[in-house]
């Protein structure tokens, strides 16, 4: 094939939260890498602009659960707003409050105080609450994984709802030995992040009033190449 002319190297909440984070930047940049880092307000637009290639036009409440932050972000008449990054994701949560694999009830009640902390933190939540969310990242993939495997389904479905968030939780809970099986099954990689981001997703339902989430194919790194595409990148939240 032909050779690769231009490597963009960009980077999301590992790196923009790492205590280390200059120095990561300046190490690859002496290796010749020109690292990235977006800003956790950029991060949400670029989650809607990947979201919006699967449902273009449509007004949305996006939310992209990763592994070290939470974006959400009010999509109306094509263009975002209120877009919000929370420092807690299913990865992060792992870290901070699992002992083993899979969190037990104690580390799962834990996960879901911070994530709530967390939103009492922000101004109001009447931008963001919808009876649809519109989910990016890892997590919302991985619950929809979970339910195809606990319901034996055939193929993974493209929507997932509250209630099955909660019997994921529920299956955790009460059985965790035969529930670790079904998670191995259904994502052996994200087998130790699946639960905490369940556990963030039905904090999103329960306080955002939605019962349903339907998975978006494309999120953050197709946002970034449509933005670096077209040239149309977001302006930064104007100060008070």
Same mark, same amino acid.
């Given at each position: 094939?032909?050779?690769? @002319?231009?490597?963009?190297?960009? @980077? ?6 790492? =205590? ?8 690859? %940049? !002496?290796?010749?890498? #020109? ?14 602009? *990947? ?10 409440? #996006? +939310?992209?659960?990763?592994? *070290? ?8 008449? *094509? ?15 792992? %870290? ?7 969190? +037990? ?10 994530? $709530? ?30 339910? $195809?495997?606990?319901? !034996? ?11 099955? #968030? ?13 529930? =670790? ?13 699946? +639960?905490?981001?369940? #556990? ?19 999120? +953050?790194? !197709? ?8 040239? @149309? ?8």
């Amino acid at each position: 094939g032909a050779p690769i @002319a231009k490597t963009i190297a960009v @980077a999301t909440s590992a790196s923009r939260d790492a =205590g280390n984070s200059d120095e990561f930047v300046r190490r690859l %940049a !002496e290796l010749g890498v #020109v690292l990235s880092v977006i800003p956790g307000w950029k991060e949400a637009g670029l989650s809607f602009s *990947g979201a919006s290639c699967d449902f273009p036009g449509q007004d949305l409440m #996006v +939310v992209d659960i990763g592994g *070290g932050s939470t974006e959400l972000t009010r999509v109306e008449g *094509g263009r975002d707003s209120d877009d919000v990054s929370l420092g807690q994701g299913s990865l992060s949560s792992f %870290a901070r409050f699992v002992r083993n694999i899979l969190p +037990v009830p104690i580390e799962m009640d834990a996960i879901a105080c911070e994530f $709530r902390g967390n939103l009492r933190r922000l101004p109001s939540l009447e931008p963001y609450k919808a009876s649809t969310l519109y989910g990016v990242g890892g997590s919302p993939r991985a619950a929809a994984k979970l339910v $195809r495997q606990l319901d !034996e389904l055939q193929t993974r479905p493209r929507e997932v709802q509250a209630e099955q #968030v909660l019997q994921i939780l529920r299956a955790c809970r009460e059985n965790p030995s035969a529930f =670790g099986h079904a998670a191995l099954k259904a994502s052996a990689e994200r087998v130790h992040t699946m +639960v905490p981001g369940c #556990v963030i997703l039905a904090e999103l339902f329960r306080h955002l009033g939605a019962d349903k989430l339907v998975i978006c194919k494309h999120g +953050v790194r !197709e946002g970034y190449l449509i933005e670096r595409m077209l040239g @149309a990148v977001s302006a930064p939240p104007q100060a008070d």
